[in-house]
């Protein structure tokens, strides 16, 4: 595995904004989920500032790492440190922010008022409901009962009560699952802005063609790591043109080396 970063050096410490070093550091981190081992012994970092892409199979393991991050799955054994500080400490509830596959919302209010609830919980300017609104591109349907919107409106719900606080680190488990192409690229457009103002995002996708939208990308497989790199440095260890290919690749170099007991 490489570990250069986007400019080359994992050292570099983000744009403008970012806290210096890594926003996550995971550790020899072992899971199992009903007794079934599903995370080995993983270790990786995600650097501040940057959108960090966590792909691979269903079942690879990417919502249980999530889950580990913030701090809402049991571990077996491992370190994970999130802003300098061990996953799930209290002071991490208002810095980190989970968006999971299902929408969390409640059906029987508004947009608004959704957001007006989960403002206060968290203790987030009166402000904040019309800014997250405005960056999710909910100002249309904001006085509308969630419960009537399309799925891809509830989820950007969602993503709105995550961005209220302005948290430090987003996790987002398949934001863009379901979405139409333009949407998909609006949103990634609102996660690159919020990147440029210092946030660090985890983003899991099933979707390879997103990839190139990240600046660094996770490729998970049975619950282990077969890449940690660049876009530029996946396709040129493996000398492919698309991240679909290359992972197809280290999948086939992974399959070898466990043939022949090698490493991969
Ligand atoms: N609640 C659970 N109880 C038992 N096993 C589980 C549970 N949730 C997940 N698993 C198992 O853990 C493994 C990893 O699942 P996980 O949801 O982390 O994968 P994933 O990569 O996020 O998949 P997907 O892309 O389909 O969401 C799978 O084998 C899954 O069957």
């Not at 969390?104 to 009166?126: C, E, H, I, K």
């Not at 949103?187 to 995002?201: I, K, P, V």
């Not at 997103?210 to 490729?219: F, Q, S």
């Amino acid at each position: 595995m490489n570990n250069s970063d986007a400019s080359g050096s994992k050292a570099h410490a983000g744009p403008p904004g970012a806290a210096p070093g890594p926003a996550i550091v995971v550790e020899d981190l072992h899971v199992r989920r009903a007794k079934t081992p599903v995370l080995q012994g993983l270790s990786l970092e995600v650097p501040s500032g940057r959108i960090v892409g966590l792909l691979g199979p269903s079942g690879s393991g990417k919502t249980t790492l999530m889950r580990s991050i913030v701090g809402v799955q049991v571990v077996q054994s491992g370190r994970i440190d999130v802003l300098g500080l061990p996953a799930g400490s209290p002071p991490l509830r208002k810095r980190v922010a989970y968006v999971t596959q299902q929408a969390s919302v409640y059906d029987d209010l508004t947009v608004r008022q959704n957001l007006t609830y989960f403002r206060r919980v968290l203790g987030a300017p009166a402000s904040d409901v019309d800014r997250v609104v405005g960056r999710t591109d909910l100002t249309s349907v904001a006085d509308r009962l969630a419960g009537s919107l399309s799925g891809g409106q509830r989820g950007r719900v969602s993503l709105a009560a995550a961005l209220l606080g302005s948290p430090e680190v987003l996790v987002l488990d398949e934001p863009t699952v379901g979405l139409d192409p333009v949407l998909r690229v609006e949103l990634w457009a609102l996660f690159r802005s919020l990147a440029d103002e210092g946030a660090t995002l985890l983003v899991s996708s099933h979707v390879m063609d997103e990839a190139k939208r990240c600046d660094r990308l996770l490729l998970m497989r049975d619950g282990a790591l077969l890449a940690d790199d660049t876009v530029a440095g996946v396709l040129a260890t493996t000398s492919t043109l698309d991240v679909e290919d290359a992972f197809l690749r280290l999948i086939q170099r992974s399959d070898a080396a466990r043939a022949t007991g090698a490493p991969a």
